[in-house]
């Protein structure tokens, strides 16, 4: 195999507790080779038998020398989110492979305006594009529409109340609104993204990542709107946490 699509020895060097059922996992790679905001890889595990499982993780931040992040949400059936939400600890090992993926990504050097739009866990990818921008020390404007079912669901909530000039966030809840917000919980509308994204004379990059229901409503909202479908660059995910 090419290297940059080799297995690579992963060791853990830090955690952090997103949610109740998710965590991001800062992992030293040595080699890596780098990656661009929206790149995902795929995660190895090894049992003592022989058994291996894997499946493939939407890396959570830019590339920093031979550091990657993950965020996890746990799956209780499945195989490989478990033991990284609930067992691995520093200094564990896993087997991680890439940077997967060349379309659903984001290169500082680009000059339009980018909205996007997360369902659940979708935000992982466009949290590293977030961060990617603000390491970049980009200009462009950005516009996050962030659905989830409640607040205690956020991912990377005290990072995104941070100010951060060019980047406005919005919340939409679909089962439990906080009482301070006038939208009431509902799922992904057309007004939604009239209101909190860029009209589409703007001529937006447009990133959606989440389940495939929420990806597939949200990008025709979208065109509906007026924007071109090729702007418009989806992600979506499955039950088991994969990419």
């Not at 940059?4 to 020895?9: I, K």
């Not at 906080?178 to 009431?184: I, K, Y």
């Not at 990133?207 to 025709?220: H, I, L, R």
Request: aromatic share 8%; hydrophobic share 40%; with cysteine.
């Amino acid at each position: 195999m090419p290297p940059r699509l080799a297995w690579r020895a992963a060791e853990l060097a830090g955690i952090d507790n997103e949610t109740a059922t998710a965590r991001t996992l800062r992992f030293r790679v040595p080699g890596w080779p780098g990656h661009l905001a929206g790149q995902h890889v795929d995660v190895r595990l090894t049992a003592d038998d022989g058994y291996t499982a894997q499946r493939s993780y939407s890396l959570a931040a830019p590339a920093d020398g031979d550091l990657i992040e993950l965020t996890v949400e746990a799956f209780p059936d499945g195989e490989v989110s478990p033991y990284l939400t609930e067992v691995i600890e520093v200094g564990d090992q896993v087997e991680v492979r890439g940077p997967v993926g060349g379309w659903f990504v984001w290169r500082p050097e680009s000059k339009a305006p980018v909205l996007l739009v997360g369902g659940g866990s979708g935000i992982v990818p466009l949290m590293a594009m977030i961060r990617a921008r603000r390491q970049a020390g980009s200009r462009v404007p950005f516009r996050l529409v962030y659905s989830l079912r409640d607040q205690d669901r956020r991912y990377y909530a005290e990072e995104l109340r941070r100010p951060d000039p060019g980047l406005d966030v919005t919340y939409l809840y679909t089962r439990s609104a906080p009482p301070e917000t006038s939208r009431p919980a509902a799922r992904i509308m057309l007004d939604d993204l009239a209101e909190s994204g860029w009209p589409a004379t703007f001529e937006p990059d447009c990133y959606v990542c989440g389940p495939t229901g929420f990806v597939e409503a949200a990008a025709d909202l979208l065109v509906a709107l007026g924007h071109a479908p090729e702007r418009i660059r989806t992600e979506r995910f499955g039950p088991t946490g994969g990419s």
